[in-house]
């Protein structure tokens, strides 16, 4: 293969690197004391003869030289060799160009510096800025990190890929910083019982604050509200979102429980009251875990017909976080308590205090209907249908009805019930009014048999005046027949030695 067949393509990114310590050449001025041998002119006066026949002295003046030893400081330039932390031009260390938060620069040229070390660098991973390379050059620049820094982001709970904008907060977190939860507590449970000084009471599941409201009705006269709630908050699973080395301490959970209630009458308030959960936590110290609060708080006001009570149960979460501040050159100082900001669970109950009974329309002669149907008074058959109607309550409507089924007694001459449990009890709920009911004690109402056996009260009877004998049934309700006393006649008119006292005899049915 010739070499003009194939053509190679190589790639290469040159970053300068940034070289350190230089070694500059630098000069300086040194001085010593010097001598010199020279010929110093200067002017000398003589005398000589002058005037008229040159009878006369006259002084006269010339240039006369000597050698003098002259004495001077000398100047020299001596060079040496010196690291420089900047670059070496004319003999000089000259700065770096600045880079923005980095404290120690170096560079060989005007144009070449880079970040040895960027502000706030504690060794390791404990840094604000990080050197990193731009323009062609390493560490030409210094850029910010999360950090503890107050000018900087420590996004927990959450996680910085590289910059402060980077920071993204685990699901449920939001805000800057990640300091806002963007989830309420869960209320597991939540009950509000009316309690009246009797010990009656009305009881009602809370609903959720957001979904149709279910409303209680009931006829107490309550002097105190009970209520039980059960909330939970979990925040970030740790595994997944690990803390920061500037994360001193985290915790978030339920901060506070609490209700509100209020009376209206009429459309207006008339009566309020709240209380507290006191289990001593807070936004200083969350819980953690299944919050259960079972309060009980006086109402101390008499309530009248068609007073509507409300109850709001809240539970709030929150929390806080510290940081550990290593703005010192050593060690690190734990920052204050940054506080989170949760949300609010609320869930309601409602009740309505109706003091007037259900009616019956004939009460304001609007119907003419029976108020309870039940067929035949007297009747041989075992089930029977049994109707409500014409019964309404205005406010609150009929929640169910009621039936009792009791086993009539004679007393005396009349039939009824005394002290007795109900032989068949039940309930039905409306709309449904119309029901049957199977009678399990034949007695009542269907004989099996019309034959009853009798014992003479005297068996040792052997000359009987009469044939006739008067008895009494024992359990006149067995029958249900107007007269419990029969007569009866025996079928030997003549007999003189009744060889038994039992006898059988056989009611007739009249009906």
């Not at 100047?75 to 404290?103: F, K, M, P, R, V």
């Not at 170096?106 to 970040?115: E, I, L, M, N």
């Not at 409201?213 to 979102?241: F, K």
Request: proline letters at 5%; charged letters at 20%.
């Amino acid at each position: 293969m010739k070499c003009s067949d194939t053509i190679f393509l190589l790639f290469c990114i040159v970053v300068k690197t940034c070289a350190w310590p230089n070694s500059c050449t630098f000069q300086h001025t040194l001085s010593r004391n010097a001598s010199l041998l020279t010929t110093v002119s200067y002017f000398s006066r003589y005398t000589t003869k002058c005037g008229i026949f040159n009878w006369g002295t006259c002084s006269r003046y010339r240039w006369s030289y000597r050698n003098e030893q002259r004495y001077y400081t000398e100047y020299y330039y001596d060079y040496y060799h010196e690291d420089c932390e900047g670059y070496c031009h004319s003999y000089q260390c000259n700065e770096c160009a600045a880079i923005t938060n980095c404290e120690q620069i170096r560079c060989t040229t005007a144009s070449d510096q880079c970040c040895h070390q960027c502000i706030y660098d504690r060794g390791g991973t404990i840094k604000a800025y990080e050197p990193i390379a731009s323009g062609g050059y390493s560490d030409r620049i210094c850029e910010q990190r999360c950090s503890w820094r107050p000018d900087s982001k420590f996004c927990y709970p959450g996680r910085c890929t590289t910059t402060p904008s980077t920071c993204q907060c685990a699901p449920n977190f939001s805000g800057d910083n990640c300091l806002q939860m963007t989830t309420s507590p869960v209320m597991h449970f939540c009950s509000a019982t009316l309690i009246q000084v009797t010990g009656d009471r009305a009881y009602a599941l809370c609903d959720n604050h957001g979904n149709a409201q279910t409303t209680i009705y009931t006829n107490i006269q309550p002097d105190r509200i009970q209520v039980e709630l059960h909330n939970s908050y979990t925040g970030p699973d740790a595994a997944d979102w690990p803390q920061q080395y500037y994360v001193n301490d985290f915790k978030v959970g339920v901060i506070s429980a609490s209700f509100d209630w209020w009376v209206t009458r009429g459309g207006s308030i008339v009566k309020t009251g709240t209380d507290t959960c006191s289990n001593g936590y807070s936004q200083d110290n969350p819980h953690q875990g299944m919050y259960e609060c079972d309060v009980i708080d006086n109402i101390g006001f008499t309530f009248q017909h068609e007073d509507r009570l409300h109850l709001t149960a809240k539970a709030h979460n929150g929390g806080y976080i510290t940081i550990r501040n290593y703005d010192a050159a050593s060690g690190y100082l734990i920052g204050p308590k940054i506080y989170y900001t949760g949300m609010e669970v609320a869930h309601t109950a409602d009740f309505i205090l109706d003091y007037q009974s259900p009616e019956h329309c004939t009460l304001t002669r609007s119907c003419s209907d029976n108020m309870l149907d039940r067929g035949p008074a007297i009747t041989k058959i075992r089930r029977i249908t049994v109707r409500f109607n014409g019964w309404h309550d205005d406010i609150s409507g009929i929640l169910r009805y009621k039936y009792e089924v009791y086993k009539m007694q004679a007393y005396d001459d009349v039939l009824g019930y005394r002290s007795t449990p109900p032989a068949i009890s039940g309930q039905v709920n409306p709309p449904t009014t119309q029901f049957t009911i199977t009678l399990r004690d034949p007695g009542i109402v269907d004989r099996p048999t019309t034959q009853f056996t009798i014992t003479l009260s005297d068996p040792g009877i052997v000359d009987l005046p009469s044939t006739q004998f008067i008895i009494t049934l024992s359990d006149p309700g067995r029958v249900d027949l107007p007269n419990t006393q029969f007569t009866i006649t025996l079928s030997d008119t003549g007999i003189a030695d009744i060889p038994d006292t039992k006898f059988t005899i056989t009611l007739s049915d009249t009906q």
